[in-house]
């Protein structure tokens, strides 16, 4: 699992069906609980550009991470999820976020709690900003100890006696205590 994954179940909480759960996190985000989801759901845009001779048309994909519809409102929130693992890229992020918002009106950022200091660069651009912050399970491959830790690379065992700490002997099992919370820029 990645924490990608983990941070999708969170924020959903699927049931057996896999519709959103009672406890979903995705209902602080967008303001509603009559929605409806989609992952990965590809869409197609397409953009007129001009040049010398000629005025052409040509698409390109985009793939938010999360698509919600609100039908009572006629609505669709694209959200990309953001996670800590290797190098944080704000350009690369923000650089998608925007492809989303030429397609969708409503278009939301969930980024590490950890890089606050880019959501007021978000905001200017007309994104709505959310913080997460969560607690990851690691299950140790050798002992099958549990360790919980906030950092994103495995920790060392927490089991007196194993003292494993080999980053490859360590599984993400879930995550605990996982908060969301909108950025207010005031």
């Known amino acids: 699992m990645t924490i990608d994954d983990e941070l999708i179940l969170e924020l959903i909480k ?3 069906k896999g519709e959103v759960g009672k406890d979903a996190l995705i209902f602080k985000i967008v303001g509603n609980k009559k929605i409806k989801y989609k992952l990965e759901k590809s869409e197609i845009h397409y953009e007129f ?22 039908p009572e409102e006629s609505k669709d929130i694209a959200i990309e999820l953001e996670n800590d693992v290797g190098t944080w890229d704000f350009q ?14 409503d278009t939301r950022v969930i980024i590490p709690k950890e890089y606050e200091k880019f959501a007021p660069l978000y905001a200017h651009e007309g994104l709505r900003v959310y913080l997460w ?6 299950k140790c ?13 495995p ?9 494993n700490k080999s980053p490859v002997e360590f599984r993400l099992i879930g995550l605990q205590g996982t908060v969301i919370e909108e950025f207010n820029p005031q």
Do not use: H
């Open 14 to 16: 699927p049931d057996k």
């Open 49 to 70: 550009y001009v040049d010398v001779l000629s005025l052409e048309r040509r698409n390109f994909k985009m793939t938010p991470d999360i698509t919600v519809s609100i």
């Open 92 to 105: 690369r992020s923000l650089r998608q976020a925007k492809k989303y918002q030429t397609k969708f009106e």
């Open 133 to 138: 912050k969560t607690q990851r399970l690691w």
């Open 141 to 153: 491959l050798r002992c099958e100890t549990v360790t919980v830790d906030e950092k994103p690379f």
């Open 155 to 163: 920790p060392q065992c927490s089991k007196s006696g194993c003292g």
